[in-house]
């Protein structure tokens, strides 16, 4: 049986991630807030960014407010990375060799519908996707399982037959806590960071399905989760 691959969206499908953490960094100075952005998302990318907001604060803020500042955040970055939205090199070609290869494929993403869209069909990727779970689908974003687990689930596939690309550290730990293994994608951190993936790729010209199925077998089981980590 060949194995499922699923995907996180941003920094994998795109190399979004500087852009996220400009707006996240416009917002805390809106705020008068000093935290640097793109530090924060060295630990936190992978989060619904109301979680993310939060964190930055002392104080427990309410929910209603963080939807705002979310909102507010996605404009930023909505504006910021109009004209730049891109697919990383490589990922229509590997994405239609897998399809050919018989490959299921799903997406699991901390995102939203609309920011879904803004990347999806703006970039006319929904095609190769048989699922897409976004962050509306399940109770607990990163680096809890659900978002891939409901992915694996609606796939029909099992645990032990999934690979994941994930970008951030979170979502690492997410796809061991899945019981599934990963795919590093080095867009925003160093290869070094990641816990234990099966390879690490700058973008997806340097990876091949019939690669993939090597290294799966260089790796029969899923990492153990990093307490850590998380």
């Not at 530090?39 to 803020?61: E, K, T, Y």
């Not at 069909?121 to 962050?135: A, E, M, T």
């Not at 809890?144 to 032990?160: N, R, V, W």
């Not at 795919?183 to 099966?198: D, I, N």
Request: proline fraction near 7%; aromatic fraction near 8%; charged fraction near 25%.
């Amino acid at each position: 049986m060949k194995p499922t691959l699923i995907f996180d969206m941003d920094g994998v499908l795109v190399d979004n991630t500087p852009v996220q953490a400009r707006a996240f960094q416009l917002l805390f100075r809106d705020l008068g807030l000093t935290t640097n952005a793109r530090q924060l998302l060295r630990r936190l990318n992978g989060m619904p960014a109301g979680d993310i907001i939060q964190s930055v604060f002392r104080h427990s803020i309410p929910q209603k407010q963080l939807d705002i500042y979310a909102e507010q955040r996605e404009f930023l970055y909505r504006t910021l990375y109009w004209s730049k939205r891109r697919a990383l090199p490589g990922l229509v070609a590997f994405l239609k060799s897998a399809r050919a290869e018989g490959f299921n494929i799903g997406l699991g993403t901390g995102s939203g519908g609309p920011t879904l869209s803004y990347i999806l069909d703006h970039l006319d990727l929904r095609q190769y996707f048989d699922v897409i779970i976004g962050k509306d689908d399940v109770p607990n974003g990163k680096p809890h399982p659900d978002t891939y687990s409901l992915t694996a689930a609606k796939l029909g596939a099992k645990p032990e037959s999934c690979i994941v690309f994930e970008d951030a550290l979170l979502g690492e730990q997410a796809a061991y806590r899945a019981g599934m293994r990963c795919v590093a994608v080095a867009t925003t951190l160093p290869g070094k960071a990641f816990q234990a993936p099966l390879a690490v790729i700058k973008d997806f010209t340097e990876l091949t399905p019939a690669r993939l199925l090597e290294l799966l077998a260089q790796q029969p089981e899923a990492p153990r989760p990093q307490k850590r980590r998380v």
